[in-house]
């Protein structure tokens, strides 16, 4: 039996109550996500997803799953399986992504039994894995095809399997460590670090001699360092075979290792995560738990009280998981690139259960617990489809969707030059960029000779092939076609006799395009359509000196 389990049995920990939680947990992600099952990704999504499907169409090896200069092979072979038996499907993708997403609430229930394996916290810690399963950015992260989604789903597969018992509880823990390791960079610290919590609760709990604890953690941390052996050895290989680095960097960078800033919390990119981790979509109400906690903890200290327990839960485990948290959380947020929340979906359900933990220590009563939690996810589910949230609004800003205001992103750092693309993914309000372009596409009714325009800051994979028959958005390969897709410099370039200019609401704050054409281009006409929070307005132009009638 593992260690964890000598003093008290593991069981398995879905008993009818708690199949019902995770029933709940499944039943609300499937009515959020089915309707969105013909998403068909944007921006860095597309990069990902057009790696799947390539992989499914051209053949699967170790370098056709490795996506964006990233050693994701674990994830992108999870998801191209069932795309060999449809491929081109983006509501097989999108359903894949929703049996992951559920599978992620279920182990980390387990993860929750594990360090609060008291039975009088069942009922709360139900509400607490919903609300993580809900979360904005995780579910906004599940849509959207990344390798950060598999970092967050494997991680909880990986970390619940560690802290159970059993032949195949380690079975399962080597699987999704090579899985984990397998999906990005942060994947190998995520494994380290949850290996090596569970290696100190292991050592750390009572009844054993301390050689005994030395030498059982000494056996099983040899085992369990075998997917870190794997990936160590695929760098190697991969850099002994290329001239590009198996890890992930910067194009401007020497090294992967030039991306981290460990000692500076002040500048924009840190403030931006900060703001991202403690505030964005409701998130600073399952802070302010953790703050009053703190705030009692040092007021403790400074009048040397004793230190406070947290009734029902694992005494040896609580202290690593805590620490497995702040450790993880300092290590993400020291690798400065860009502000996609995306980066730390692995995060938050982390937060929640250190909130649930500081609401049993100041002494919440259970049902006041239990409240607090439901109140959770009611503003997480709110978060999930409007920016309402108003500290997030008040601390990033907003700008027009043309329907409703979104938060503006980048505005701590300024990057894209607007609100963002790949940043705006925080919450589902991202997919009506998609169902906008859908929405006009039914109304200009666009051939393969059709020329359509966008500033190109925002241009950025913001297009796709077209299904012929619907004439919407699509990953297929037979059966479509694709517009003339172009930017202002492309249609002055090719002197285009007519053009469709789109004008997305999250355009640079500077944008010129249509200014720049309108000295040889003529508005001809102008449709605008909406779905959900976006409007978008698409100018039909005309080049003055040759007039012509668009397809």
Known sequence: MNPLGQDRAIAWPFARGRVVAIGAAAAILAVMIVPLLDYVPLWDGRVYANCVFEAAFSGVTLESLRCANHPSQGWAAVLVVPQLFAPGSMA?????????????????????????????????????????????VVVSTMLQPNVDFGVYVFFYVTLAALLSSGASAAGIALIGGVLLCFSKETGVAAYGL????????????????????????????????????????YVLAYGATHADPAIWKHGWQESTADGFVFFNFS????????????????MWVAWLPVACDAATGVTRTV?????????????????????????????????RTW??????????????????????????????????????????????YRSADPLSRAMYGTFDAGVRRMYAMTSFTGESGGPGRDQLVYNIEFVDYHRVQNALFDRIRPTDSTVIGAPRTVRWNIWSQLDAATLHRTMERRGVFSPVYADEVDIAARRSPGAWLLDFSNHAYDDHALGTLLPVYSVADSVIVTSGSQRLVARRLVRREVPSVLP
Request: aromatic share 8%; net charge positive.
């Open 92 to 136: 097989v993708m999108n359903a894949t992504n929703l049996v992951l997403g559920i599978v992620a609430a279920a182990a980390f229930r387990i993860v929750l039994a594990r360090v609060f394996p008291a039975r009088e916290h069942s009922g709360a810690l139900d509400l607490v894995a919903i609300a993580a399963a809900v979360q904005p």
């Open 303 to 335: 009048r040397r009280r004793a230190a406070r327990a947290v009734p029902g839960a694992d005494g040896a485990l609580l202290g690593p998981f805590i620490a497995l948290t702040l450790v993880l959380t300092y290590l993400l947020t020291s690798f």
């Open 267 to 282: 500048d924009p990119i840190f403030l931006s995560y900060a703001a991202g981790l403690g505030v964005l979509s409701f």
């Open 194 to 233: 949850a290996v090596g919590a569970t290696l100190l609760a292991e050592h750390l709990r009572a009844g054993r001699t301390l050689r005994a604890r030395i030498g059982m953690v000494a056996r099983r941390g040899a085992v369990l360092s075998l997917p870190l052996v794997l990936f160590l050895a």
């Open 339 to 384: 502000t996609n929340v995306r980066y730390f979906a692995v995060l938050y359900p982390l937060f929640l259960a250190l909130s649930y933990a500081s609401l049993v220590r100041l002494g919440i009563g259970l049902r006041a617990r239990q409240a607090a939690f439901a109140a959770i996810i009611a503003l997480f589910l709110l978060g999930d």
